[in-house]
């Protein structure tokens, strides 16, 4: 059968500040709907979405006709559904609870689902909920789904964001589903071995629970990839933050970029990517955006200073990051309600400081034009809740091609958002969408 050129349309259930959508946009799809509990989420969203409709709502009261009426969606058939719930109730971080109410976000994705009638579903989680009593969750939402009338991947998979051109290890749950009568998607095999301060290929993947397998295990035993980028090929480019005090007061500066590598070239958009199907933004490429100094005291600075690279600081437990291996996790911290904790960050490899926002962003592959809340707190959360948008693109493509699409390069530039709503504090995000926040 042949192809068919066409942009599938797809939902974004706890959308954050939108790394699976842009994935999911880069393969080929346009998303039309986008939902998050969280307005600040919210509005960084609809800023770098501008022509996606943004509802900030919780699932749990949300229904699928809302959904539909609110976008532009209708009664169209939709394509995928994806999303990840929180997952702190999951975490392997935390304590664990089973009867943790986040829990129960993961039956009201499923509940979304079935009302939405998706050809495919992606259901994104962390490695702690294919092991132990929270496998239970997982087994109960697999039957769930196949009485409903889908199958699904009992096979699921555990994926490492390093295997596929991220320069950070970051392992993640992704089960996979479709409609009766469609063609099941595959799991996308790694395209990058992981770098590592040798020199080679770093750590393989880890096993999973029952019935949950790295798939970098399975595939790069028997695979001659090349190395993926590592830390230094993802900020090296980027101006040293040091020379620029106004960073003390705003997260941006027009200045003059160093010599990218291969991997920063496309994150800059200073060349075109055969398989990104994403709209192009407006942006000015002269712009540092999203790098808000950190101002640390001098006994951290000397602390920072003589801890080794690719070791823990012994006080703070920081990371300091090695120029030749990858990021380790970016973790998000707690939300506002739940204490405003922000996780640790890791420390720059050459400079005795923690990364800027930016410098995340890029750990995590987000392309220079995607901007983040103007705070520290905020944008490291956004970068630390959300897939890696390479990951997300390599499972959305291999929905594209369980679809037989044929993916077209939209010739429409965008133009960002209102660059105000980066800047609003939580009761002015409040506001801006009419919600209450128990």
Same mark, same amino acid.
């Given at each position: 059968?042949?192809?068919?050129?066409?942009?599938?349309?797809?939902?974004?259930?706890?959308?954050?500040?939108?790394?699976?959508?842009?994935?999911?946009?880069?393969?080929?799809?346009?998303?039309?709907?986008?939902?998050?509990?969280?307005?600040?989420?919210? &509005?960084?969203?609809?800023?770098?979405?501008?022509?996606? /409709?943004?509802?900030?709502?919780?699932?749990?009261?949300?229904?699928?006709?809302?959904?539909?009426?609110?976008?532009?969606?209708?009664?169209?058939?939709?394509?995928?559904? !994806?999303?990840?719930?929180?997952?702190?109730?999951?975490?392997?971080?935390?304590?664990?609870?089973?009867?943790?109410?986040?829990?129960?976000?993961? !039956?009201? !994705?499923?509940?979304?689902?079935?009302?939405?009638?998706?050809?495919?579903?992606?259901?994104?989680?962390?490695?702690?909920?294919?092991?132990?009593?929270?496998?239970?969750?997982?087994?109960?939402?697999?039957?769930?789904?196949?009485?409903?009338?889908?199958?699904?991947?009992?096979?699921?998979?555990?994926?490492?964001?390093?295997?596929?051109?991220?320069?950070?290890?970051?392992?993640?749950?992704?089960?996979?589903?479709?409609?009766?009568?469609?063609?099941?998607?595959?799991?996308?095999? *790694?395209?990058?071995?992981?770098? /590592?301060?040798?020199?080679?290929?770093?750590?393989?993947?880890?096993?999973?629970?029952?019935?949950?397998?790295?798939?970098?295990?399975?595939?790069?035993?028997?695979?001659?990839?090349?190395?993926?980028?590592?830390? $230094?090929?993802?900020? +090296?480019?980027?101006?040293?933050?040091?020379?620029?005090?106004?960073?003390?007061?705003?997260?941006?500066?027009?200045?003059?970029?160093?010599?990218?590598?291969?991997?920063?070239?496309?994150?800059?958009?200073?060349?075109?990517?055969?398989?990104?199907?994403?709209?192009?933004?407006? !942006?000015?490429?002269?712009?540092? /955006?999203? /790098? $808000?100094?950190?101002?640390?005291?001098?006994?951290? #600075?000397? +602390?920072?200073?003589?801890?080794?690279?690719?070791? +823990?600081?012994?006080?703070?437990?920081?990371?300091?990051?090695?120029?030749?291996?990858?990021?380790?996790?970016?973790?998000?911290?707690?939300?506002?309600?739940?204490? &405003?904790?922000?996780?640790?960050? *890791?420390?720059? *490899?050459?400079?005795?400081?923690?990364?800027?926002?930016?410098?995340?962003?890029?750990?995590?592959?987000?392309?220079?034009?995607?901007?983040?809340?103007?705070?520290? $707190?905020?944008?490291?959360?956004?970068?630390?809740?959300?897939?890696?948008?390479?990951? &997300?693109?390599?499972?959305?493509?291999? #929905?594209?091609?369980?679809?037989?699409?044929?993916?077209?390069?939209?010739?429409?530039?965008?133009?960002?958002?209102?660059?105000? $709503?980066?800047?609003?504090?939580?009761?002015?995000?409040?506001?801006?969408?009419?919600?209450?926040?128990?």
């Amino acid at each position: 059968m042949p192809h068919t050129p066409y942009r599938p349309i797809a939902v974004d259930l706890f959308a954050g500040a939108g790394g699976m959508s842009l994935g999911f946009e880069q393969a080929g799809f346009d998303v039309l709907a986008a939902v998050d509990i969280d307005p600040i989420h919210c &509005a960084t969203h609809q800023f770098n979405f501008p022509h996606t /409709s943004v509802l900030c709502r919780s699932v749990v009261d949300l229904t699928a006709e809302e959904i539909r009426n609110r976008s532009s969606i209708g009664d169209r058939q939709i394509d995928v559904v !994806f999303g990840g719930s929180p997952c702190q109730g999951f975490s392997l971080m935390g304590k664990r609870d089973l009867y943790d109410p986040r829990n129960s976000l993961v !039956f009201h !994705f499923q509940r979304l689902v079935l009302a939405l009638k998706p050809k495919f579903f992606v259901l994104e989680n962390v490695r702690g909920l294919t092991i132990g009593k929270h496998q239970q969750v997982l087994t109960s939402l697999i039957a769930e789904f196949k009485a409903a009338g889908y199958q699904v991947e009992e096979n699921y998979q555990l994926l490492n964001a390093a295997r596929y051109g991220v320069p950070q290890s970051r392992e993640r749950l992704f089960l996979l589903g479709c409609q009766v009568g469609c063609q099941l998607p595959k799991y996308p095999v *790694p395209i990058t071995a992981i770098a /590592s301060p040798g020199g080679g290929a770093g750590e393989q993947g880890r096993r999973g629970g029952r019935g949950a397998t790295s798939h970098s295990t399975l595939h790069t035993q028997h695979l001659n990839l090349e190395v993926g980028p590592n830390v $230094w090929d993802a900020i +090296r480019d980027l101006p040293k933050v040091e020379d620029y005090p106004e960073l003390f007061q705003q997260d941006w500066i027009e200045c003059t970029y160093g010599k990218p590598s291969d991997y920063a070239l496309k994150l800059r958009s200073l060349c075109a990517v055969e398989d990104d199907y994403s709209y192009v933004r407006q !942006f000015d490429s002269r712009l540092l /955006s999203s /790098s $808000w100094r950190t101002k640390h005291t001098a006994l951290s #600075i000397a +602390r920072f200073h003589d801890t080794p690279q690719g070791e +823990r600081e012994p006080i703070s437990r920081f990371y300091k990051l090695h120029p030749q291996g990858v990021c380790n996790t970016l973790r998000a911290g707690t939300d506002q309600q739940r204490g &405003a904790f922000t996780s640790p960050r *890791p420390i720059h *490899p050459f400079t005795p400081r923690c990364i800027t926002v930016r410098e995340a962003a890029r750990l995590h592959s987000y392309p220079d034009w995607f901007r983040f809340h103007v705070t520290k $707190w905020h944008g490291f959360r956004q970068v630390g809740n959300s897939v890696p948008p390479l990951l &997300a693109k390599a499972i959305a493509t291999q #929905i594209i091609r369980a679809l037989n699409v044929r993916p077209e390069k939209p010739a429409i530039v965008q133009s960002l958002g209102d660059e105000s $709503w980066l800047h609003l504090k939580m009761a002015q995000a409040v506001r801006l969408y009419a919600i209450e926040i128990s």
